[in-house]
């Protein structure tokens, strides 16, 4: 999946689930620089990442994926 969809996904999904960068980054135990990087497309996620992502929202990695 190329970095600017994943940007777009974990942005919208941390956005609906009321989460600011900063909160998000410490659920997830990352730095928000880190977070950003992903969210803006600079930065592609590892599996690692996008795991605690969709652990810390509650939703599939193929509802991540999906759209």
Do not use: C
């Amino acid at each position: 999946m190329e970095k600017q969809h994943w940007a777009r996904r974990i942005r919208a999904y941390r956005k609906l689930k009321g989460y600011t960068q900063q909160s998000f980054a410490n659920e997830l135990g990352v730095s928000v620089s880190l977070l950003g990087d992903v969210e803006r497309g600079t930065r592609i996620p590892d599996e690692e990442f996008i795991e605690k992502v969709t652990e810390a929202l509650g939703i599939s990695k193929h509802e991540l994926q999906s759209g």
